[in-house]
């Protein structure tokens, strides 16, 4: 079983808690991220997880079993880490092979052991049992390496060393597969590629993982549900669509993606929409709220732009503002709008030879309700 449960876990460091009271309920096969900023907690509690920090308090399953006390070797989980660890004299079968070696050598008799400790040594010294080099050869074929394999790992290229590491994990065949920052090391490009590359192993596998990261491009692109972290508590679960279309507080709103926020105030509700007003605004929200003193949040995505005499009859939510900057971004446009006291954010679907606002020009803009988040 490879479900991971996290009950009321905490973690301190001299007098200082990293964790407070943080639950997690993963299921079996799932793609989960562990998302924040750095010191948030996300890579601590990996850590706990992993084995390699003890927590202070709480408990934490793999499958039915609690491992609270179980050392890192013995919990059937696969890491990769940032650096990814690999051993630069060694060559990347050796690398991939090192696990197995290690776990036949604490199941093997002194005889035994002494070939393994010569392969360890050098593998021109040892020979490897077939079942080891047809395990290792699979899963280097697997994640395209196959015929890299006598090659040191230091002549590698970063997204190959990274394929050496996840390749040592997956060897395994571990219930659970932990992965820290591993795309951090990389180009935008190949982050990309890896990313895929990834998702693919992971849902062919169906193993359960564990992904920590800063990125929110990489959670919300790889990820079945997320957990967004800050100050050492899980601030929100849910699927990358849940934590974007519906977050649960401004920080989640402001880390999950670029928000616009407002502060406004409910004066009213007509026909079942909100009324909000701000400084310089009033705007109509489908959502309601408890609260009279809300944080308005507006996606850039979802603010249409108009020249102040091309707006049609039916626009919702009229604002007017001035340009103060635009930026081309290939296939979207992206204006700076200065709004009394705010400045929006306002990102709009570029096509070729269309004319692209400038810097002064008046103009306005709309926003659906159902749009309009209330927080």
Known sequence: MGSV??????????????LNNVNLDIQEGEFFALLGPSGCGKTTTMRCIAGFEQPTTGTILIGDKAVNKIPPNRRNCGMVFQSYALFPHMNVFENVAYSLNIKQLNSSNVIS???IYLRLLNRKFGKYPKDIEKKVMEILEYVELDRYATRLTSELSGGQQQRVALARALVMEPAVLL???????LDQKLRHSMRNTIRRIQQDLGITTIFVTHDQEEAMSMADR???MDHGEVMQIGTPTDLYSRPATPFIANFVGTSNMLKGTVVDEVDGLSIIKGDG????SSQTSTKKEVDVIIRPENIKVYKADRVPSDASNLLEGDIVVSTYLGSIVRYDVQIGNYQLVVDTTYSSGESILAAGEKIKMSIEPERVLLI
């Open 179 to 185: 992965m820290d920052e591993p795309l951090s090391n």
């Open 113 to 115: 052991q002494a070939g």
């Open 281 to 284: 605004f009033q705007l109509r």
């Open 5 to 18: 449960k996290v009950d009321q876990l905490t973690k301190e460091f001299a007098g200082v808690k990293a």
């Open 226 to 228: 997320v957990a967004v």
